[in-house]
């Protein structure tokens, strides 16, 4: 199990393009807490991902999580649950910002997460392919130090 986790590693090195996927832990459980604007919620209205053929999801080694391994995004399917680490660009703030979305279904609809399971937060992925025709993701979940 160590070592599939430490090719991971390594691929997801080589190839860069690696997005750590986060949230400001809160106190309590093991869920994390999402403040939730307006502004998300339109947002995430117009998320979609887009699958190289049908959903195909894989284990991350040492948890009960499975990942898309065939979308450009990281698309975490934790329980009875999808979820999603979505960027939009909240013009109020001129900028970009992350927000969390679940939906019941790996291909949505998408609204924002009030809570993330923990452990979601702690996942690194990155695409392994550098062709836009192929986006393929390899999901991890880093080992201590």
């Known amino acids: 199990m160590k070592k599939v ?10 190839f860069g393009l690696t997005v750590q996927i986060h949230a400001a832990p809160q106190e309590g ?7 939730v604007s307006t502004t998300a919620k339109k947002a995430a209205a117009q998320a979609e991902v887009r699958y190289q053929g049908s959903p ?24 009875d649950a999808f979820y999603m680490l979505f960027t939009y660009f909240n ?20 609204v924002p997460a009030h809570s993330v399971p923990k452990k979601a937060t702690a996942i690194v992925c990155g695409q392994i392919s550098t062709d836009p025709s192929k986006p393929y993701q390899l999901c991890t979940l880093p080992q201590p130090a």
């Open 5 to 14: 986790q430490g090719i991971a590693i390594l691929l997801i090195g080589l």
């Open 29 to 35: 459980g093991p869920e994390i807490k999402q403040k």
């Open 56 to 79: 195909q999801f894989a284990s991350i080694p040492g948890t009960s999580i499975t990942y898309a391994t065939n979308a450009p995004q990281a698309v975490l399917h934790i329980g």
């Open 91 to 110: 013009p109020i703030m001129r900028g970009t910002q992350d927000v969390w979305l679940v939906s019941a279904s790996a291909q949505g609809p998408w």
